[in-house]
């Protein structure tokens, strides 16, 4: 583009931006919005989770038979998050180390999908990673294993 062309386009484009509406926060109705990590949480490392919806506290129960392991309280981690238009809650449960699989809980009632705890959790995303590396090679032959 000209510099010409953009002199003329700029401030259209900037009256445009200007009169347009705002954009309101993408709508989290039918969204699980307690979010984990997929591939779980070493033992001894820390483990958080974030959340766009305020509540009091959470509880970290066990799959299966729903018992908690433990509790505690959910704080606002940023009050806008530029990228998503929502406010983000952060919860630490970084005192549950046995192995097993969990599911998180809010005191609204929203929950996680479940995830483990293991020393293990992150052997098959390494696997996977070294695989497709594998794959993705050029310029010599693949053989399948």
Known sequence: ???????????ALALA??????ASPPSLAGQRVVAVNQAGYPRLFPKIFYSPQA??????????????????????SKPLDP???????RGDFSHCQQSGRYRIVTSR??????????????????RAALRGFYFQRCG???ISQ
Do not use: C, K, N
């Open 109 to 126: 009632g929203d929950t996680s999908a479940a995830f483990s705890i293991s020393d293990s959790v992150y052997d098959e995303v390494y």
């Open 55 to 76: 509540a009091d506290s959470f509880r970290v129960e066990l799959v299966g038979t729903g018992a908690p392991v433990f509790r505690g309280p959910l704080t606002l």
């Open 1 to 11: 583009m000209t510099a010409r062309r953009w002199q003329i386009l700029a401030p």
């Open 17 to 22: 931006l200007a009169l347009a509406p705002a």
């Open 83 to 89: 990228a998503t238009g929502h406010a983000v809650y």
């Open 140 to 142: 010599m032959p693949l």
